[in-house]
């Protein structure tokens, strides 16, 4: 009976806190990020103002509710590499999937023009996703780190990092470009597949061939 209740707290925890999230991108969306407070968002929601803290430590998290998953990415693909595969391949292959897919996991979904207009308008926003975008590299450098056992002063970890960082972040901002100038996903989506060739061919051989997998 103890462990019952605790889920059902752990789950109306979930909900509470995907209520007030999807309140406040309701919000966000129609009247801009600066505008909205969050005692606005907190009303909304009805919940109190220190209950949306208690979620959201800050008002750009409450945008960014599902950074984590972005800021994980390209780490999650490499770890998931398989055997004879190098960490660029993986993300290549991952990056083409969704692409390909026209997934709205990669911003390929109507509606995401007003989500980056959103970020366009409000400097705390764009501040924040820098941030973000730096650390999906930090964190994907430890993966590298930690996947082929490279010492702390190692720069290759670094370099490669970098480089497939710039590979997820020149699709994201073409992706985001796009969608804002009204283009049609599905062409996006073909475009974007020509990109990513192109900057296949800028990398060198040792970044393509970095971190292969051996065979289990």
């Known amino acids: 009976m103890r462990d019952m209740a605790e889920g059902l707290r752990e789950r109306k925890k979930r909900e509470t806190r995907q209520r007030i999230s999807d309140i406040a991108t309701g919000l966000f969306l129609e009247y801009g990020f600066v505008t909205v407070t969050v005692a606005e968002v907190a009303e909304a929601a009805d919940v109190s103002v220190n209950t949306v803290y208690n979620y959201f430590p800050t008002k750009e998290d409450l945008f960014f509710d599902r950074s984590q ?4 990415r390209l780490s999650r693909w490499v770890r998931g590499r398989g055997a004879g595969e190098s960490a660029a391949e993986a993300v290549l292959r991952e990056l083409r999937e969704e692409v390909e897919a026209v997934s709205p996991r990669i911003g390929l979904m109507e509606g995401y023009d007003r989500f980056m207009r959103v970020i366009d308008d409000a400097p705390p926003l764009r501040s924040r996703l820098w941030a973000i975008q730096q650390e999906v590299q930090d964190n994907l450098e430890r993966t590298l780190r930690e996947e082929t056992g490279a010492s702390d002063d190692d720069p290759l970890p670094t370099l490669i990092a970098g480089q497939l960082n710039w590979v997820h972040q020149t ?3 073409t992706i985001g470009r796009a969608m804002v100038a009204g283009r049609d996903r599905n062409e996006v989506s073909r475009e974007t597949l020509v990109l990513l060739d ?10 393509l061939k970095y971190a292969v997998r051996g065979a289990e």
Request: charged content about 25%.
């Open 69 to 72: 998953g972005v800021v994980d």
């Open 171 to 173: 699709v994201m901002g």
């Open 198 to 207: 192109e900057m296949e061919g800028l990398l060198s051989p040792k970044v």
